[in-house]
């Protein structure tokens, strides 16, 4: 089984590996460079799900695979201050589409201000800290929490919880397909 990455982020690919990893021993992850169609840093959760899904489409039909997953990184505004949260596709070769949400954090408002100024949080965590790529490493998620919770397990979780609809299908009123049949 093939199991298609739309990104090159190491973080995001380990993310969904680890998940996969649960379901399906044998199954083979693979990362590939997918556009998001949406802005380098997206502002809402609409614009984040549409960037996921792109990606996840567009990593399916690259490599023919089995599953495409989409991770997208977004930041949200909020009357209590902007919060940082990810968005999960996965889309099958049917089309079905699953879709997940990760926590989502505060960010302290001198990061806020600097988004709000249209900069991208990967190169304002990288300033903060004075490190390099920090979106392929720990990500703000682990930067303010000290790294008791990570950016590839806060994707992990949300990677299981956008298969859910393939996991246990009856649950959402579509039909079932071979998901319990694929070999774990």
């Known amino acids: 089984m093939l199991i298609a990455v739309g990104t090159t982020n190491p973080v995001k690919i380990e993310a969904?590996?680890?998940?996969?990893?649960?379901?399906w021993h044998n199954a083979k992850v693979q990362g590939i460079y997918a556009e998001s169609g949406v802005s380098h840093q997206p502002k809402g959760d609409e614009e984040a799900i549409?960037?996921?899904?792109?990606?996840?489409?567009?990593?399916?039909?690259?490599?023919?695979?089995?599953?495409?997953?989409?991770?997208?990184?977004?930041?949200?505004?909020?009357?209590?201050?902007?919060?940082l949260c990810g968005w999960v596709a996965v889309v099958d070769k049917?089309?079905?589409?699953?879709?997940?949400?990760?926590?989502?954090i505060e960010l302290p408002e001198k990061v806020a201000k600097e988004i709000r100024k249209g900069r991208e949080l990967g190169p304002v965590m990288d300033e903060l800290i004075g490190e390099n790529d920090t979106k392929k490493k720990q990500g703000a998620v682990g930067i303010l929490t000290n790294n008791l919770v990570v950016r590839s397990k806060v994707f992990e979780q949300a990677v299981l919880l956008a298969?859910?609809?393939?996991?246990?299908?009856?649950y959402y009123g579509t039909e079932p397909n071979n998901f319990s049949e694929m070999k774990r």
């Not at 990184?73 to 209590?80: D, F, I, L, W």
């Not at 049917?94 to 989502?104: I, R």
């Not at 298969?163 to 009856?170: D, G, H, Q, S, V």
């Open 50 to 83: 549409r960037g996921a899904i792109n990606r996840a489409k567009s990593a399916l039909e690259k490599l023919d695979a089995d599953f495409g997953f989409g991770l997208e990184g977004t930041v949200v505004e909020t009357k209590h201050g902007m919060f």
């Open 94 to 104: 049917n089309g079905k589409l699953g879709l997940a949400c990760t926590s989502k």
């Open 16 to 23: 969904v590996r680890s998940a996969i990893q649960k379901l």
């Open 163 to 170: 298969l859910a609809k393939f996991i246990n299908p009856k």
